[in-house]
């Protein structure tokens, strides 16, 4: 409890630094004798963290989560969200469920998996960004393959009430910029409205995601058993009489495994495409620009994969499940290692005011965790 109240306290939101976590991380196992490796991003103001605890002749699992979270802006919590605090059986802070509790309960027994001299090394794998499109930890994966290493599996800890999960949708984000000319309000012929080009392109994705809902095979190990796309941000236009020259949006795809998204991007830059010669016949610099901001693959691991028998194994749940949202198990099994997600707390509870976790899942979490020592437990070949 004290380490997961002590993680919490550090308000790592995505949009500022994590060093302070990760600092602290790297001289707490180093006070147990454990090195760490830290990997930094362009800016020097976040980083990823990797240890190993033990030297075991096997091939080692890998312990994984994010070290940042959502903002609280705007959002009506009723305890302070960066402090711990206990009520009726529920820990509520930030983090909490997503993920904190999940990297707190490994690092705290830190001191017994060392102890326990295990056949095989346990190694910790911390990151950054992931709220925002699983950034940090591809940086992190590249150093693994750079260094040669080949962990035999990993577990995500991403709240799941300690039910293994297989599989998650893939998550890609993009970026449309339109340029179009400004006019006054009363001679729109005059100029080329950013927003509504950017409507029609809206509505064109709008279109290709009720196509998916209407269209494709179903699989109903998901919540929402399709592929989904919608638009999340938009910001165009100086006044309402202006004919407005600059628009962007950003919108998602949410692609079930196996969908091609460089395909599904394509089509919406060439339906984009049709639009600009009416655009150009007006202002010749007349431009629709696409970015893709971040993309992580979807996961997809098979129910009999050694690394999925285990986690069932540790949390005594034959069950597994897939799931909606997205995480960063699909960056690991697409670099070749074996992953599976399973850990405390609700997806339900993250993001939102008031999160919390319950102390009874943070008890399994701790058990599973345990069972790790078990020789018995171990990550077959």
Not at 36 to 48: E, F, I, Q, V
Not at 80 to 105: C, E, H, N, V, W
Not at 170 to 181: A, D, K, V, Y
Request: glycine share 8%; with cysteine.
């Amino acid at each position: 409890m004290e380490m997961i109240e002590r993680l919490i306290a550090f308000q790592t939101v995505s949009r500022d630094s994590n060093l302070g976590l990760i600092e602290w991380t790297r001289d707490y196992l180093a006070g147990l004798g454990v090195s760490s490796r830290l990997t930094y991003d362009a800016t020097g103001k976040k980083a990823n963290l990797f240890a190993t605890l033990g030297d075991g002749p096997k091939p080692g699992l890998i312990l994984s989560g994010h070290t940042d979270v959502v903002p609280v802006d705007g959002q009506a919590w009723d305890t302070d969200p960066f402090q711990a605090t206990i009520k009726d059986g529920l820990l509520y802070g930030r983090g909490s469920a997503d993920m904190k509790s999940y990297i707190a309960t490994a690092l705290a027994l830190a001191p017994q998996f060392l102890a326990a001299k295990m056949d095989a090394p346990l190694h910790f794998a911390l990151s950054y960004d992931e709220e925002v499109g699983c950034i940090g930890v591809q940086g992190l994966i590249k150093d693994l393959q750079e260094l040669g290493l080949k962990p035999a599996g990993c577990i995500v800890g991403e709240p799941t009430s300690m039910q293994p999960i297989i599989a998650h949708k893939g998550t890609h984000r993009f970026r449309c910029c339109i340029r179009g000319r400004e006019a006054h309000s009363s001679y729109t012929t005059m100029g080329v409205n950013s927003i509504e080009y950017a409507a029609r392109i809206i509505v064109y994705i709008r279109q290709m995601a009720d196509r998916f809902a209407q269209l494709e095979t179903r699989d109903y190990g998901f919540t929402v058993p399709y592929t989904t796309m919608q638009t999340g941000l938009i910001k165009g236009g100086l006044a309402s009489n202006i004919v407005p020259k600059d628009c962007k949006f950003e919108f998602e795809a949410r692609t079930m495994p196996g969908v091609d998204v460089e395909k599904l991007y394509r089509e919406i830059q060439d339906f984009a495409a049709t639009l600009l010669p009416e655009m150009q016949r007006v202002e010749p610099n007349a431009a629709i620009d696409f970015e893709w901001l971040a993309s992580a693959p979807g996961l997809n691991m098979q129910p009999d994969a050694a690394v999925v028998q285990l986690a069932a194994a540790l949390a005594r749940n034959k069950n597994h499940g897939a799931v909606s949202y997205g995480t960063e198990a699909g960056l690991f099994q697409r670099a070749g290692i074996p992953t599976v997600i399973c850990g405390p707390g609700s997806i339900e509870q993250a993001h939102r005011p008031n999160e919390f976790v319950a102390l009874e899942q943070l008890a399994q979490c701790e058990a599973f965790m345990l069972r790790l020592m078990d020789p018995e437990m171990r990550l077959r070949d």
